[in-house]
């Protein structure tokens, strides 16, 4: 995750270890970064979910997008925080109440229920909001998602 997030390749920190005295080589270093960092991605996100399931100002944007993979419609859809970082996708070949309620419920689930839902005109999300019991806390408009 830290590794998407700056853009250091291995020969870059091999580099810097070695203005720090550190001789290693660029294989050493993608050999730990096989190793250490899934645990240390797994550990950064879980204390990341923990953070923001207590968060006072979480906002969510919401959004489904058309998807053509090999000549056949998909819907993906996907959940952003006030951050900008994507915290759930997911890709449905259909875009109704059951896609729309499986996809909320998990993201609600595994990150706690917003301050606020800020969310395209889907006629199947606002059903499921309005099932959840999330309608009073979510803005709907045409340009929110940007």
């Known amino acids: 995750m830290l590794y998407v997030r700056f853009p250091l390749s291995f020969r870059n920190v091999e580099g810097l270890l070695h203005e720090r005295g550190i001789e290693i080589g660029h294989e050493t270093v993608r050999f730990w970064w096989k190793r250490f960092a899934p645990k240390f991605a797994a550990e950064i996100r879980r204390k990341r979910i923990n ?3 207590f968060c006072s100002n979480c906002q969510r944007h919401l959004g489904e ?6 000549g056949e419609t998909h819907f993906l859809w996907r959940t952003v925080d006030h951050e900008g970082e994507v915290l759930e996708t997911s890709v449905a070949k259909c875009r109704d109440y ?5 996809f909320l419920r998990k ?26 019991g999330n309608t009073y806390k979510q803005k709907i408009g045409r340009w929110k998602n940007g």
């Open 51 to 53: 953070r923001m399931r």
């Open 107 to 132: 993201s609600m689930k595994r990150y706690g229920f917003p301050k606020v839902t800020i969310a395209d005109r889907s006629h199947s999300c606002a059903v499921v909001r309005k099932n959840i």
């Open 65 to 70: 997008v058309f998807v053509v993979p090999d």
């Open 98 to 102: 059951k896609a729309a309620s499986k």
